[in-house]
């Protein structure tokens, strides 16, 4: 056994190493050539080799995930089934895992709003501002970058109402090509780097939600909110709360029930609520780009899911951006606002816990009688209700999703919205289970 492991970790370790002397090689050439005007179509050039070169060492990648996953089954059997972090471990075990327990749960709750050059940022603050049921436990702190001056004017028109902080380093970001698109995801992770760290170094605050200067929150995303933090404080096995719901398109969710929640294994964002225990654990590695992904993988997941509503407690207005043109035009859009109150914090919450969701959720997906896409998409059967659509393997996922019309993208082999490998929402007018088969023991990072 210990022999395959340091095999394993070997493989990985050379794959690292080879990569990274490969990038370092394509990446550091254009610096070296001067300013001419061929340096563009070089780097297209070198971006191209890099890639290709990227896409022949997946396979490898693939083959190392394959070894270690077939040995890590060997091992640890149902690791994902019974995570060393379930609420039910023995008093010994428990102690690291009460981490949260210093933190009371009626922590004061900041709103952190992420802020750049966009001016709508005040149908943002607006709707905050309209809806937050207390000042006290809910202060807003919006921290501008960019240095824009009409969004400064605008967010210092809210005078004490709220909090505005300035991100003070405005410089550009080295990076490893000039492309301005890649520049803005630097900035992005730089931004939010600082914006965290006065929130939890600084202000010393316990836990923070944050949002983005483009969306617009739900009349009940406080009562969300409030509702749902003791639950992030009693289970380690989650680490955020989430407004958000990636399958969240009109068609697709049950609005007559806004109070059902969920648990995912995918990390949301877009507003989203997180402990300072978190930060203390992400800061020290936190990424130069690409921040949301880079939550989304393995190492920094590790197994932990967050809660999610089945209406999104959060739209999102704003199509300008680095990455979300396109994205916003496809799909952010669609997004369904939730607009009923649910006075979450009256209902008992505690079926969300892991070990009794774990037990509740599964017999339900998988008492569900299973049908077949095309038979759904015939409306087919409509007298069994609730069923379940299986998939097998990556390319039978991503052919379901996209034939239902949910999201089909994996991030570290999560897809959006999934739990235990199941994503659950509504196909003409009925629920639907996306689901891998019963014996499931953990998602393949190299579903992507
Ligand atoms: C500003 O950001 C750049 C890039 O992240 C960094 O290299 C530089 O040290 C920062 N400057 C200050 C004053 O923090």
Known sequence: MLKKSSLVLWGVVLFVAWNALILFFLWT???SLSDHGRLTEEVIRLAQDAESELE???DLLQQIYRYSDLWRRRKAGEAELHPPAAASVQPSTAAPLSRHSQISPDAVLPVL?????????RRCLDK?????PSPERFPIIVSQDCGHDETARVIASYGDAIMHIKQPNLSDIPVPTDHRKFQGYY????????ALSQVFRTFQHQAAIVVEDDLEVAPDFFEYFQAAFPLLLA??????VSAWNDNGKEQMVDAAHPDLLYRTDFFPGLGWLLLSDLWNELEPKWPKAFWDDWMRQPEQRQGRSCIRPEVSRTMTFGRKGVSHGQFFDQHLKFIKLNDRFVPFTQMDLSYLKKNEYDRSFRDQVYAAPELRVEELQGNQRRELGTVRVQYTTRDSFKAFAKALGVMDDLKSGV??????G??????????VYLAPPSDWIGYDPSWS
């Open 235 to 240: 289970d380690p096995t989650l680490w955020c």
């Open 29 to 31: 050439r254009p610096q």
């Open 128 to 132: 905050l501002l309209h809806y937050r």
């Open 422 to 431: 199941i994503v659950s929402f509504l196909y003409r007018s009925r629920r």
């Open 113 to 121: 709003v992420i802020a750049c050059d966009r001016s709508t940022v």
């Open 415 to 420: 897809p959006r919205a999934g739990y235990r």
């Open 56 to 58: 022949h060492q997946k």
């Open 187 to 194: 900035k992005i992770a730089r931004h939010y780097h600082w």
